[in-house]
């Protein structure tokens, strides 16, 4: 069984500029999580989908971030503009449903804003 | 508000150790609680798991105990190798699983 692919693996910008991650979840996966993880710290949840639908982005930084996921499968997480702050692993995770399930991470991206 | 407090780091032990790495929350409810480890180089992966109060979960020669009583959930394991090398960290979920939440993370070094 395939495992959560992320691209690109590493990513090195200029403050202001933008970028954009990509996550393929496990197929038959219905929720789909976007993590940030900056050095030394645990995880952060930034949104959660259950199929295309939004469940949670209380976390999400909307006047910078916002992340899709059409036809409830493939996702994007986007970053516009960049802040030397958002220098962090971008992690994406699915589950096959929501309540207690395990989730699968991917590989994650390194993102570092110059 | 929900969270996880755990055990800083980084741990440095000998091969063969005992190892507790400590682990409380606070939340509202019954959240079910997690270890997930991440290994050098590797995403992260689930440990064990527990679901209800005084469940234990084990894998891989780790355990974790639900305790409720004390909103601890330490991890455990009586003889480490050095292939256990490894960032651990513990999480919990809500009852809806619409929120998650982990520690900061323990990094534990192995040494023959």
């Known amino acids: 069984e395939a495992g959560v692919a992320q691209s690109p693996r590493y990513k090195i910008i200029e403050k202001r500029q933008s970028v954009a991650f990509w996550c393929n979840p496990i197929?038959?996966?219905?929720?789909l999580y976007w993590y940030q993880q900056i050095l030394g710290q645990g995880p952060k949840l930034l949104i959660q989908?259950?199929?295309?639908?939004?469940?949670?982005d209380s976390q999400l930084p909307k006047d910078r971030f916002s992340a899709e996921r059409l036809k409830g499968v493939d996702s994007t997480l986007k970053i516009q503009p960049a802040k030397l702050e958002d220098s962090a692993v971008y992690l994406c995770?699915?589950?096959?449903?929501?309540?207690?399930?395990?989730?699968?991470f991917g590989p994650g991206t390194r993102l570092t804003v110059l | 508000g929900n969270s996880v407090t755990q055990m800083e780091g980084p741990v440095t032990l000998s091969e063969e150790a005992f190892l507790t790495i400590n682990c409380t929350y606070t939340?509202?409810?019954?959240?079910?609680l997690f270890w997930y480890v991440q290994y050098p180089g590797e995403g992260l992966q689930l440990l064990l798991k527990?679901?209800?109060?005084?469940d234990k979960g084990s894998n891989k020669g780790f355990e974790a105990t639900y305790r409720k009583e004390t909103t601890s959930f330490h991890l455990e394991k009586g003889s480490v190798q050095v292939s256990d090398s490894a960032v651990y960290f513990c999480?919990?979920?809500?009852?809806?699983?619409?929120?998650?939440?982990f520690g900061t993370g323990t990094s534990l070094t192995v040494i023959p």
């Open positions: 995770a699915s589950s096959l449903v929501v309540t207690y399930n395990e989730q699968f």
């Open positions: 197929s038959g996966h219905a929720t």
């Open positions: 989908f259950q199929n295309n639908g939004v469940v949670d």
């Open positions: 939340a509202t409810g019954y959240p079910s």
């Open positions: 527990a679901t209800k109060a005084d």
């Open positions: 999480a919990l979920s809500d009852k809806t699983g619409n929120q998650f939440y």
